[in-house]
């Protein structure tokens, strides 16, 4: 319709063209923002908002950790650290804390503003926007840190650098608590052929072209979903407590041995990670998990690929090394090297099986992929020629 047509109409209708035009008034930066801003700051889109305060087995756990421990919180001096819209922020001022820091390095602090001045926490909370070593409390110390610090395979994209930051700056010395302060990373054995062969594979044969130059990036390439139960095919094996009440920088260097003690037969198309979190200090036994028996959660599982996928059998034992670890001297989590070996065979008789290594890095995460992976989890918690290539650190874990 032309805009001569749409003045005419309006006249018709009786209505004034002037009193007829509605605009929203951009009031703070976050209204401001646009596609091309978003990349760099997607924890202000309203779909990551949303998708965050969805995930209600991490919501749920945050919040009993603090209401069910009210004589921890109340009369304290609380540090709520990436606070995102103020949720955890707004059960600390409701457990009784005298006063809550909300800080986060985000747009998204204007929304918090606005939320906790229309829940009526304004002479409690007090919204802060900066990074947490740029900033300076009003105070000289707090009593407690809430932080959901945990990243995908528990380090990627972590911010724990932040809370061990905070917690040697301002946390008390003595009785200082962090909400959640413990958190262990596991690893399993799986297969998952359909994905492999959707997501790798594919790329021997594209249309009648041979792509497998492509292969070789996507098999470095971690992959974010569910994975089923039934798709295990070893018992889960510990590789790492981190315990932040302890823990320095040096500490989110893990390196560790493994052993996977198969419980079927079948063929192992790669390794998948996920992590318990623990409230340690609450007064009833408090945790969560992302492993694949539990309900899901935004951080679903972590699957690693294998070159060539290995045939086992039930009661084989399969065992060897792996490490994560930031090639950064900044402990930059956003980018996270991930080295794997493993081997077969008594200790007298050591067969070498398979190395790999992996790149997690954020700019080859798509952000669309993983607000669709999570709406599924969401829906579902409510109702040896390839191996030569990556032996490059073979031997290297182990020592």
Request: hydrophobic share 40%.
């Amino acid at each position: 319709m032309s805009s001569r047509k749409l003045k005419k109409l309006i006249k018709c209708s009786g209505h004034d063209e002037s009193k007829s035009t509605f605009t929203v008034p951009l009031t703070n930066p976050v209204e401001k923002m646009t596609s091309l801003d978003f990349p760099k700051d997607g924890r202000a889109h309203i779909e990551m908002i949303a998708q965050s305060l969805k995930d209600k087995v991490r919501i749920v756990s945050f919040k009993s950790a603090i209401l069910h421990n009210k004589h921890l919180f109340r009369g304290r001096v609380v540090l709520n650290l990436n606070c995102g819209v103020g949720l955890f922020a707004l059960f600390a001022a409701k457990a009784g804390a005298a006063r809550v820091f909300a800080v986060d390095s985000s747009n998204v602090v204007y929304y918090t503003k606005l939320i906790v001045q229309n829940n009526g926490y304004n002479d409690i909370i007090q919204v802060m926007k900066g990074e947490i070593t740029k900033i300076e409390l009003p105070v000289d110390e707090v009593d407690i840190i809430v932080c959901d610090w945990m990243g995908q395979a528990l380090l990627y994209q972590s911010t724990c650098v932040d809370v061990l930051y905070a917690r040697d700056k301002w946390l008390k010395k003595s009785g200082g608590l962090i909400f959640p302060d413990k958190a262990r990373l596991f690893v399993a054995a799986i297969e998952d052929e359909r994905c492999k062969n959707g997501n790798i594979e594919w790329w021997n044969h594209v249309y009648g072209f041979n792509m497998n130059c492509l292969r070789e990036v996507a098999i470095r390439e971690p992959r974010y979903h569910s994975v089923k139960v039934e798709q295990l095919l070893s018992k889960q094996y510990p590789i790492q407590l981190l315990n932040l009440n302890k823990a320095t920088c040096e500490d989110l260097y893990i390196r560790s041995k493994y052993k996977l003690h198969m419980q079927r037969c079948g063929r192992m198309d790669g390794i998948v990670l996920f992590f318990h979190v623990y409230f340690s200090k609450s007064h009833t036994r408090l945790a969560f998990s992302t492993d694949p028996w539990s309900p899901l959660t935004n951080w679903l599982q972590t699957v690693f690929f294998l070159d060539q996928s290995l045939p086992v059998n039930v009661n084989s034992v399969y065992y060897g090394g792996i490490e994560l670890y930031s090639p950064e001297s900044s402990h930059n989590l956003e980018n996270i090297i991930v080295n794997f070996e493993m081997l077969k065979g008594a200790p007298n008789h050591v067969e070498f099986e398979t190395a790999m290594n992996w790149h997690m890095i954020s700019s080859r995460i798509p952000r669309c992929v993983v607000f669709k992976a999570n709406d599924r989890s969401n829906n579902e918690a409510d109702g040896s020629q390839g191996v030569n290539r990556f032996q490059k650190h073979k031997g290297n874990i182990l020592k």
